[in-house]
C-alpha cells in the first residue's frame, strides 16, 4: 500500500557530505514519526535520526552534530543530510515511516530498500 524510495547515497571522502532523501507514495493518509536507521555489515541495525509530525528530533550519539534530519509533509518527504562524514559512518541507510493509510485505514511501519553510503579515501 505504501513504498518508500531512497536517493543520495553514495562514495564520499572522510569529511565530506551526502544528502539522502525517501519518498513516500501510495495511499497515504497521514505519515506520523519518519526515521533512519543504517546498518553496516556485521552489525546490528540502529537508529540514526528521527523526526515527530511536530519536528521533534531524536539523533543517535554518534551522528548528534554531524547529521540532520528534516521533513517535508506536503511532499510525503524525509530527509538527512550528513555532514563530516567518518569512514565508520559507511552502512546501508534504510528510511522508516509510521504510516495510516486510506480505505482501510491501517496504521503500520514501512521500510524503504535502502541506499549505500561508502565513506573512503
Known amino acids: 500500500q505504501v513504498q518508500l524510495v531512497e536517493s543520495g547515497g553514495g562514495l564520499v571522502q572522510p569529511g565530506g557530505s551526502l544528502r539522502l532523501s525517501c519518498a513516500a507514495s501510495g495511499r497515504i493518509r497521514t505519515i506520523y514519526t519518519m526515521g533512519w536507521y543504517r546498518q553496516a555489515p556485521g552489525k546490528q541495525r540502529e537508529l540514526v535520526a528521527a523526526?515527530?509530525?511536530?519536528?521533534?528530533?531524536n539523533y543517535a550519539d554518534s551522528v548528534q552534530g554531524r547529521f540532520t534530519i528534516s521533513r517535508d509533509n506536503a511532499k510525503n518527504t524525509v530527509y538527512l543530510q550528513m555532514n563530516s562524514l567518518k569512514l565508520e559512518d559507511t552502512a546501508v541507510y534504510y528510511c522508516?515511516?509510521?504510516?495510516?493509510?486510506?480505505?482501510?485505514?491501517?496504521?503500520?511501519?514501512?521500510w524503504g530498500q535502502g541506499t549505500q553510503v561508502t565513506v573512503s579515501s
Open positions: 523526526i515527530s509530525t511536530s519536528g521533534g528530533t
Open positions: 522508516n515511516a509510521d504510516v495510516r493509510t486510506v480505505m482501510p485505514g491501517a496504521r503500520a511501519d514501512y
